[in-house]
């Protein structure tokens, strides 16, 4: 029912393909590092890409978004400096040919705001309140900004670095109690060693 | 709420009673008139499509398609149809709104569908989720690179192995980790059986919410046999983290072909019996026939994918045009068809079965020898032996499993095609052995999003079978 696979795209192809589509729409930037083809517009541009790649690449896939912090509350820190800003970013493909691209623009955290795909693609729409409610972002236009999987008055917006995961520092790890207490510096010179030697 | 969307007017198709009837003289008249359409309209059966929202009969059972295309033509792609709900008045005294779920049983989990009625007549429905949340991405980002499969396994608990491919194939792309080719075979045989199980539960829930309860008890009989045999291979029956980064997690154990060829003559058999008791069933047609239509624009632009997509004619599979994990080298047709109903939905998967298991049996016939995960110290941990001899190995070995592995800075977006479309995983490491941030391209999600494109218009009991047919997991749209 189909016709030969096409060749995957060899990470020179990916490259190749955003440096088409980001000429197309007067990209930033574009790149195909890891095999996958990205361009970078700015924000102001960010309906009109959209607009006109649509035309191309009529797939929309997901929208979502990055929070590039210094300080984290949970994990690791980034190694190495990074630029403080939101990155959102969109997955948009051509299933006939195989070609995909993601499209991404920076925002900066004072102020988040983008303006809305819902006119170009009418599945951005619990995307864009996903990263809303999950970043903070506001997409202006938006007909319903509201909580999509969040209970209605949350607070905080939990994908941010920020947001602490707050159950594991109200309850420690129950995996906790299991491990006996090591001996401390005190325990041994004040002539306690009993609990060190017991278990010989 | 700014403005109400069209398609709120536009979806009114019902016209109202006795407005094509002449005008009557006094209430009394117009009251028997009324009862008179009813009255012939219960007589003839299928034949106006007048005032539908007042009563059950056949006639109300048809779907109105005519109207039917005007309501879609106003969302087709650019307009939001679902969320306003709450900022609209009923334009009638007639519309009630109806919650199925979140603890109906034929929502297939917690999805709670919030649904304005006029009659029996669907105007709007709004999908609300979020009742089986539980942060994956966040807790993805606190777990290193090897622990990332326990997670993600999680998701879409019906096709653990493509949670787990998508996740290892992004991370072995950062890496720039090849794999042996019995790893990729393997990949490929675990993904394609449980896709054959997956649609097997689908066939069956999908039956039992259609009233034929014997569908229910068959899809599980098969299922199980493929379900044995995941737990022969990985131990477990669901959440296997049996693909990881670097390779598989243990080698297929012995006799595995005959199980393999079991499982493919278990499988076929009773799908012939599954086409001959649905297929050809006139209650079953009734119920599928143009029912929760969806056109192939309407598709591209709410990103819907899998069977759905292909099943309103749009010949998308992401295996053929992203292959992966050396899927190119076998044989495989993708089954498409074009009314885009429930019915088709059910040739596409039935065909997927068979298609799954022509690669099976391909993967059996030509399984490369070698390892079964890749050869690079940083990923794969020593073997058990090694540990019994070498200070180093116990060492390497319990700093894989503690610390984990860096991976290099970047990102990357790998895509896997899972039962019910397009599953992603976005995928950003700074450089550390824990990933910056993971998103899940859950293909329910999106499939999900389309649901009130697919019911807007239809009548009520559509509902079940329309749903049904979209195949949600849960735990894949809301993670």
């Known amino acids: 029912m189909t016709e030969s696979p096409p060749e995957a795209p060899a990470p020179s192809a990916a490259a190749g393909l955003a440096e088409r589509f980001g000429k197309m729409v007067g990209a930033l930037s574009a790149t195909g590092d890891f095999g996958t083809a990205r361009i970078r517009v700015s924000p102001d541009r960010w309906v009109e890409t959209h607009r006109t790649l649509a035309e191309h690449l009529p797939f929309f896939s997901f929208l979502s978004a990055i929070d590039w912090a210094g300080e984290v509350a949970v994990g690791d820190p980034p190694e190495g400096d990074v630029e403080e800003r939101f990155e959102v970013f969109t997955r948009l493909s051509d299933v006939s040919k195989g070609e995909g691209v993601i499209v991404s623009t920076d925002l900066s955290k004072e102020d988040p705001r983008l303006a809305t795909l819902v006119e170009v693609f009418g599945g951005a729409n619990w995307h864009e309140r996903e990263a809303h409610e999950m970043f903070g972002i506001f997409f202006e236009g938006h007909p319903h900004l509201e909580n999509l999987y969040l209970p209605d008055g949350f607070e905080g917006h939990p994908l941010r670095k920020t947001f602490p995961l707050l159950s594991r520092e109200v309850k420690p790890w129950p995996g906790m109690v299991d491990v006996e207490d090591m001996p401390t510096t005190e325990n041994v010179e004040a002539g306690e060693p009993e609990a060190w030697e017991e278990g010989e | ?479």
């Open chain 2, 1 to 479: 709420m700014s403005k109400p969307p069209d398609s709120v007017t536009g979806d009114t198709e019902a016209p109202p009673p006795g407005a094509e009837q002449a005008p009557p003289e006094s209430p009394g008249d117009q009251g028997k008139a009324k009862r008179r359409v009813v009255h012939d309209l219960w007589l003839s059966g299928t034949e106006a499509p007048v005032d539908t929202g007042r009563f059950t009969d056949e006639g109300a059972q048809e779907m109105l398609l005519e109207e039917e295309a005007a309501v879609l033509a106003g969302q087709r792609g650019t307009l939001v149809v679902d969320d306003y709900a709450a900022g609209v008045e009923p334009s009638t005294e007639q519309t009630q709104i109806v919650n199925m779920g979140p603890q109906h049983p034929a929502t297939h989990g917690v999805l709670r569908l919030q649904v304005e009625l006029d009659g029996e007549t669907i105007r709007r429905v709004k999908p609300i989720i979020g009742y089986l949340h539980t942060g994956m991405e966040r807790t993805g980002e606190t777990l290193t690179f090897m622990q990332g499969p326990t997670n993600v396994t999680r998701m879409d608990y019906l096709s653990p192995f493509h949670n787990e491919l998508a996740f290892s194939l992004a991370v072995e792309r950062l890496l720039g980790l090849e794999i042996p080719p019995r790893a990729q075979a393997i990949r490929v045989l675990m993904t394609e059986l449980n896709r054959v199980a997956s649609h097997l539960l689908w066939a069956a829930t999908t039956g039992l919410d259609l009233g034929a309860l014997s569908m229910m008890i068959y899809g599980w009989r098969e299922r199980e046999a493929v379900l044995a045999f995941f737990e022969k291979t990985t131990g477990l029956r669901m959440n296997h983290n049996y693909i990881r980064p670097g390779g598989v997690a243990a080698d297929l154990p012995d006799g595995w072909e005959e199980d393999v060829a079991a499982i493919e003559e278990t499988v076929l058999a009773g799908l012939a019996d599954y086409e001959g008791l649905l297929m050809e069933n006139p209650i079953f047609i009734e119920r599928t026939h143009g029912v929760g239509v969806i056109t192939p624009e309407e598709c591209l632009a709410y990103g819907v994918t899998g069977p759905l997509a292909r099943a309103s004619g749009i010949d998308f599979d992401l295996r053929k045009a992203f292959p992966y994990s050396g899927i190119e080298q076998y044989e495989f047709d993708v089954p498409t068809t074009e009314h885009g109903d429930v019915y088709d939905r059910f040739i596409v998967r039935f065909e997927e079965i068979r298609q799954s298991l022509r690669i099976a049996r391909q993967v059996a016939e030509t399984m490369p020898l070698g390892d079964y995960r890749s050869e690079d110290r940083k990923v794969t941990p020593p073997p058990r032996a090694r540990l019994d001899q070498s200070m180093e190995a116990l060492i390497h070995h319990f700093k894989i499993f503690t610390e984990g592995f860096k991976v290099p800075a970047g990102e990357v977006y790998e895509a896997v095609e899972s039962p019910r479309g397009e599953l992603g995983m976005y995928l950003v490491s700074s450089g550390g052995a824990k990933p910056w941030r993971l998103h899940v391209r859950g293909p329910s999600f999106a499939n999900v999003q389309a649901l009130p494109v697919m019911l807007t218009g239809s009548l009520i009991a559509d509902t079940i079978s329309a749903l049904a047919s979209v195949d949600p997991v849960m735990g894949d749209v809301d993670r």
